[in-house]
């Protein structure tokens, strides 16, 4: 495999055509390389800013090579992309990160399975083939957990808490799969996320961790720096994403979802192979975003500044919020001089569907949390 440096005119691939490969390609193409969309339109929010895009099935070999034959290297920015997909490109060209990672955080029992491997505390947790499995994990694990699917769960889709008084029979009969995982509920006080990158060169750079706030299982808001947290619970979170960054050898970006725990201690909740949601607010605090990260460790580069420059909140702008939403309303929010907004491009706003972002830079995170959702409610709906 190559491992040639990159430079801006060079053309990377970008499979699948949704909002971080938007960035992805915002951020590239501002240093003069080109990005070829993989497995999704031109009007895609990744296609609308990128050079080409090619429509095809990700199971469409024809399609890949002809993909291949017109990009230099190749990522993703979701992972829900078929590891054959993966395995058929890299005999043609550089896909990063590999298929190891890929396969890994597609599937949430060999996820879990691969993280004790390698001493990365999880919650505890029981694979799931039957109602009788099912009923023995729930009993094991005190009554109070969560069943998910093993494979395709996002943003709390493919899940379902469950407590020993409820007719685990029928819950199972619900899920309708062959297989599924079951999760120790984990009493935690907040969710932590850690996004890092890894360079052909072996070097590995971590942004400040972030606070993470839900809302109705979809990420809501996101603060860092984190003041919340010890310094030795910073270090261990930045330990255990080089730990993963080295076991899967990766060269690109991944984020590491944790939970901090009531008795303050860390658990890894789930791996994303990718820049993520979480670190969107990179963008405007930080000299080098992850999407500048990602693709300066497929072309052979060397990190960026990836320390903040000021404390940062992002707070999602979902279909929810936009329903109505008039101009005089964006026009207050862009008024706003901490204020940057990000759309996707994204032609129909559903309740639930992300459609942009909106980061707030202040002097502190408390500060700019306040003023990220101060100006979210400029713009109604929630
Ligand atoms: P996931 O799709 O696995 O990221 O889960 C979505 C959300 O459900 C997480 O962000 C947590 O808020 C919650 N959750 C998932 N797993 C657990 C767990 N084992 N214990 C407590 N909360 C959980």
Redesign the pocket.
């Known amino acids: 495999m190559t491992s040639r440096v990159l430079g801006p005119g060079s053309t990377l691939g970008m499979l699948g055509g949704g909002q971080l490969g938007r960035m992805f390609a915002l951020a590239a193409r501002e240093k003069g390389y080109r990005v070829v969309v993989f497995g999704d339109p031109a009007d895609s929010p990744a296609g609308q800013v990128s050079d080409l895009s090619i429509p095809a099935a990700f199971d469409d070999q024809d399609a890949l090579l002809q993909f291949a034959r017109q990009v230099d290297v190749v990522s993703y920015e979701q992972e829900n992309i078929p590891v054959p997909t993966v395995d058929f490109l890299l005999q043609h060209v550089p896909v990063y990160p590999g298929p190891e990672l890929l396969r890994a955080s597609q599937h949430?029992l060999l996820e879990k399975t691969t993280l004790r491997s390698i001493g990365i505390p999880?919650?505890?947790?029981a694979r799931i083939r039957s109602a009788a499995e099912l009923h023995d994990a729930v009993a094991v694990f005190g009554g109070d957990?969560?069943l998910?699917t093993v494979t395709l769960?996002?943003?709390?889709?493919?899940?379902a808490r469950v407590r020993s008084t409820d007719d685990l029979d029928a819950v199972w009969k619900r899920f309708a799969v062959p297989e599924a995982i079951l999760?120790?509920?984990?009493?935690?006080e907040f969710?932590l996320s850690i996004v890092a990158s890894r360079f052909m060169d072996g070097t590995c750079a971590f942004y400040s961790p972030v606070r993470?706030d839900?809302a109705n299982?979809i990420?809501d808001l996101s603060v860092s720096p984190v003041e919340d947290i010890s310094n030795s619970l910073r270090v261990e979170a930045v330990e255990i994403a080089r730990a993963l960054l080295e076991h899967f050898q990766v060269v690109g970006v991944l984020c590491v979802?944790l939970?901090v725990t009531k008795s303050g201690s860390l658990?890894v909740?789930?791996i994303a192979p990718r820049p993520h949601n979480s670190g969107h607010l990179t963008i405007d605090a930080c000299s080098s975003s992850q999407f500048e990260q990602q693709f300066r460790a497929i072309c052979g580069l060397p990190s960026g500044d990836v320390t903040m420059r000021a404390p940062a909140a992002m707070a999602n702008l979902l279909g929810d919020h936009l329903l109505n939403v008039t101009a005089e309303q964006w026009r207050s929010v862009f008024e706003m001089p901490q204020v940057h907004v990000h759309m996707y491009g994204k032609a129909e706003a559903r309740i639930g569907r992300k459609m942009g972002h909106i980061t707030a830079i202040a002097g502190t995170a408390a500060d700019s949390a306040r003023i990220a959702l101060a100006a979210r409610r400029l713009l109604g709906g929630g």
């Open positions: 949430r999880t919650a505890d947790f957990a969560i998910k769960g996002y943003d709390g889709k493919g899940q999760e120790k509920i984990v009493d935690f969710e993470n839900h299982h990420l979802e939970f658990v909740n789930e």
